[in-house]
């Protein structure tokens, strides 16, 4: 404990670039998948295919992605960039199929009703089919979320700096308040980004707190005994 005492300002300086190095790929990756979600929805003969490979990324284990994508495209294995593509890259292995399923989700009918009344292919996406897919994605974009917060304390094995480097140093040096630091550290993150984007969803989604309530307050009919 006394330790975290001692060293409260190491913990908040890498507590904040963790989120920085978090952050940057989650919002990358939410970016990226829309339009290949879309792609792999609309069209039937590519869906496996895409979803199949990009799920096929996020077998690729961490470590040897860090150390492949630098001798790929020529930069340096210990920068910053390197951790944020290969958690791009995971974040879009998971958020593709998660796109992809919220469309599939959305109903013919309102589809159909949107055209109807002149909404065109453009609008009727970011008007109707993107909402109303929201839950589906929102739940894709948290597990990204917790998913990328993790994976991104590997960043320490190849010399990029983060909260993995609280575990790292507390296993060599046997400090295991600082293994602690970082464990806990690396949880408040994930809990607080999980929060932040579950009241985004009930602020942006209003709709969906109001088909639970109406699901919740339905009255359950019971059978007269025979």
């Known amino acids: 404990m006394n330790w975290v005492v001692d060293n409260l300002d190491l913990i908040l300086e890498l507590t904040l670039v963790h989120l920085r190095q978090s952050i940057i790929p989650i919002v990358l990756g939410f970016v990226l998948s829309l339009p290949l979600g879309w792609v792999a929805w609309r069209f039937k003969l590519v869906r496996g295919p895409i979803i199949v490979l990009t799920g096929l990324l996020y077998t690729i284990p961490s470590l040897a992605l860090l150390i492949l994508l630098p ?132 602020a942006l989604m209003p709709w969906t707190r109001a088909a639970t309530k109406t699901s919740t307050a339905r009255p359950v009919m019971v059978g007269a005994p025979a």
């Open 71 to 202: 001798s790929v495209a020529g930069y340096s294995a210990r920068s910053e960039t390197n951790l944020i593509i290969a958690l791009t890259i995971y974040a879009i292995a998971i958020l593709v199929r998660g796109v992809s399923d919220g469309l599939d989700s959305v109903d013919d009918d309102i589809r159909q009703a949107a055209t109807a009344t002149g909404f065109g292919s453009f609008r009727r996406f970011w008007a109707v089919e993107f909402p109303l897919a929201g839950p589906v994605i929102l739940a894709s974009l948290r597990v990204t979320a917790v998913s990328t917060i993790s994976l991104a304390t590997v960043g320490i094995l190849i010399g990029i700096t983060n909260l993995g480097y609280l575990f790292t140093n507390g296993l060599d040096r046997r400090i295991i308040a600082e293994v602690f630091a970082g464990i806990i550290a690396v949880v408040v993150i994930a809990l607080v980004i999980d929060l932040l984007l579950l009241l985004a969803g009930r």
